[in-house]
Structures are given as structure tokens and as C-alpha cells.
């Protein structure tokens, strides 16, 4: 598994004292990149191919505080990818130096041509890296419809209703 050291700094508490919420996404985006970069994905490969990744969500869950001088391990996991790589959906686990599970983090993304600004697949040999990437127990193959959230839009936001 890919993890990814971390101390805590002040200024990544909040004013509880305790690990800010922004500082877990900015953790899990900087394990990302150390995994995309080990992978052959580093900022300079992307400029080169026009590619980038685009943050359709993220959620966090809780389990126990982080508190200041802790040290925290993030994991890089693959929980789903579309056939052609275009979708993706990681799982980062946060975990304490005693190997407590201290917070989690579900994303899914796609990758944008930075040039035409639209979504698009990753080139066949950067899909292979992917594939042998450790998965989730719940790994699935995505399509464009697991990337979006549905739920009902309220009748008073709808023109004409």
C-alpha cells in the first residue's frame, strides 16, 4: 500500500486545536501526486500531456482526533477507474503512528485535456500503472453516471413551475 508521512504543523489546526478539515483534502491531493508522480504522472509529464486532473468530489469521515506534534500516514488506494481512464474514484485512510484509522477520504475525479478544457481518456500507457495499482475492496469500473449525484431539484429553483 502507498502511504504518505505527515507532521502536523500549526498552522494545520483549526481553532478546536485539533486537524483542520482543509488540511485532510490538502493531505490526500499531496498523496495523490506523490502517487501519480511514483507512477510517471509528475507535473512535468502532465504538461506534456496536456492533461490534468479535475476534483468532482470529496468526502471526509471522522474517526478520532488529530491533535498538534501527532504524526499521520495517508493511504493512496484505487477504488474505481473507467475502462478507457477517464473517471477515477480514490481512497485515501489516515492513519495515526500506532496504526489507528483516524479519518477517510473518498474523491472521484476525471482527467481534463487542458487544451479543449473537455474530459478525456488517458493515453493506453498510463492506464497499465492504474491497473496494477492496489484496489479497494469495493473497486468497480466507473461510468460517466457513478460520477454523478442525483437527487431531486427543489420545485422553487425550477423556472416555470
Not at 502507498?2 to 482543509?22: G, Q, V
Not at 500506532?98 to 477520504?105: N, Y
Not at 431531486?152 to 425550477?158: E, H, S, T
Request: charged share 25%; glycine share 4%.
Amino acid at each position: 500500500m502507498f502511504l504518505k508521512e505527515f507532521e502536523i504543523r500549526w498552522n494545520d489546526l483549526d481553532a478546536n486545536r485539533h486537524l483542520a478539515n482543509i488540511t485532510y483534502l490538502s493531505f490526500a491531493s499531496e498523496t495523490r501526486m506523490a502517487y501519480l508522480n511514483q507512477i510517471g504522472l509528475s507535473h512535468k509529464d502532465l504538461q506534456q500531456l496536456k492533461i490534468g486532473p479535475v476534483v468532482f468530489n470529496e468526502q471526509l469521515f471522522y474517526f478520532k482526533e488529530v491533535l498538534p506534534d501527532d504524526q499521520i500516514r495517508v493511504s493512496f488506494e484505487l477504488q474505481g477507474m473507467s475502462e478507457e481512464g477517464t473517471f477515477f474514484s480514490f481512497v485515501h485512510n489516515f492513519y495515526n503512528l500506532k496504526g489507528i484509522h483516524v479519518a477517510r477520504c473518498e474523491m472521484t475525479g476525471a482527467w481534463i485535456n487542458l487544451e479543449t478544457r473537455k474530459l478525456t481518456p488517458l493515453p493506453e500507457k498510463l492506464i497499465r500503472p492504474f491497473k496494477d495499482t492496489e484496489k479497494t475492496a469495493t473497486f468497480k469500473m466507473l461510468t460517466a453516471a457513478d460520477t454523478r449525484a442525483h437527487g431531486r431539484i427543489p420545485q422553487d429553483l425550477i423556472p416555470n413551475s
